[in-house]
């Protein structure tokens, strides 16, 4: 049998809330491997991860934090074509 290894979840993980949309934010890393991943999952179930992976896990809550400045919830889960570009 094959031992799967271990996900850390970050503290910076949280539920988030603007304009009525509700997200979760997860932050995690594979035990034993560099970078954090940044995924948000909706109420529905569906999921937006950044591609790129983090140097910590304060870093990826900063790109959460200064999307949603910059382009709001809605439009970091779910953007239109020309922001495709500049998010995640």
Same mark, same amino acid.
């Given at each position: 049998?094959?031992?799967? /290894? #271990?996900?850390?979840?970050? /503290? *910076?993980?949280?539920?988030?809330? +603007? ?14 491997? @560099? #970078?954090?991943?940044?995924? *948000?999952?909706?109420? @529905? #179930?569906?999921?937006?991860?950044? +591609? ?6 304060? @870093? ?10 910059? *382009? ?6 779910? /953007?239109?074509? @020309?922001? *495709?570009?500049?998010?995640?």
């Amino acid at each position: 049998m094959t031992d799967f /290894p #271990g996900i850390i979840r970050s /503290p *910076l993980s949280q539920s988030f809330t +603007q304009d009525g949309i509700t997200v979760s934010v997860e932050i995690y890393k594979i035990e034993g491997t @560099d #970078g954090w991943t940044l995924e *948000l999952v909706d109420a @529905d #179930g569906g999921s937006t991860v950044w +591609q790129d992976s983090f140097a910590t896990d304060a @870093d990826a809550f900063a790109e959460f934090s200064d999307g949603v400045e910059q *382009l709001g919830l809605e439009k970091l889960i779910d /953007p239109d074509d @020309d922001d *495709l570009a500049t998010v995640h």
